[in-house]
């Protein structure tokens, strides 16, 4: 079936450093890939929508300067959180359309956590 | 905000059916329901989808209501390993790449020993 791979699965950066995380469509070109938040307890917040070779559509409130996505590839897309504060503590998940039941397949989510 | 209503909590002995229902009374004509899961600190996982018939796989089986305003998904013999907040979506079927989901909080199933 359709995978998508997430990495890190985890990481911890200081205070004002910026931090990447990459999606790969292993088994599928995802044209476009889905970019959430979210926080404990709460439910997924969509961010962004990148589609491959265009620029990202931001959801109202995100800011696109901090949130940099990169779909450079049918088969890669990044997110970048640049100079990253506490706040930005979240889990980060990525999802594309593909796979079973034109549903969506999603990677398995980086955990981030800015000191 | 989201199109579909659940339970917060449900409560599962192992070993017995799970039954999540669903509410979404707005749903458009071309919209499937959708069933996702998330076991905590992981990414949702894909369980089942339907439009208006029901359906089973090997995960579950879906029941949708013949005016299609509510949904059950049924675990046939739930496992500790089905403990996950379970969310229930509508969403067009076969739209473009760019249809997002709306989330809502899910129904958080626990299965006790």
């Known amino acids: 079936g359709a995978v998508v791979s997430q990495h890190p699965s985890w990481v911890i950066c200081k205070s004002g450093t910026s931090v990447k995380i990459e999606c790969r469509s292993l088994?599928?070109?995802?044209?476009?890939m889905f970019w959430y938040r979210q926080f404990p307890k709460q439910s997924l917040m969509l961010m962004a929508t990148?589609?491959?070779?265009?620029?990202?559509?931001?959801e109202q409130g995100v800011e696109k300067d901090k949130f940099l996505i990169n779909h450079a590839s049918l088969t890669l897309s990044t997110l970048t959180v640049t100079s990253a504060h506490p706040e930005d503590s979240s889990f980060y998940i990525c999802?594309?359309?593909?796979?079973?039941?034109?549903?969506?397949?999603f990677g398995s989510g980086t955990r981030l956590t800015v000191v | 905000d989201a199109k579909t209503t659940q339970p917060t909590s449900m409560d599962c002995a192992e070993g017995r059916a799970a039954n999540l229902p669903c509410n979404h009374s707005?749903?458009?004509?071309?919209?499937?329901v959708y069933w996702y899961r998330q076991i905590h600190s992981q990414g949702p996982q894909y369980i089942i989808h339907?439009?208006?018939?029901?359906e089973t796989n090997e995960m579950a089986s879906l029941i949708i209501t013949e005016d299609r305003k509510s949904s059950t998904l049924i675990l046939p013999h739930a496992t500790l390993r089905d403990t996950a907040v379970y969310y229930c979506?509508?969403?067009?079927?076969?739209?473009?790449?760019?249809?997002?989901?709306?989330w809502g909080l899910g129904t958080s199933l626990a299965v006790n020993p």
């Open positions: 979506i509508v969403s067009p079927g076969n739209a473009g790449n760019n249809r997002k989901l709306i």
């Open positions: 990148s589609n491959e070779g265009s620029k990202a559509t931001y």
């Open positions: 999802s594309a359309r593909g796979g079973r039941g034109y549903g969506y397949t």
């Open positions: 339907g439009l208006k018939n029901n």
């Open positions: 088994d599928f070109q995802a044209t476009t």
């Open positions: 707005t749903i458009s004509g071309n919209e499937y």
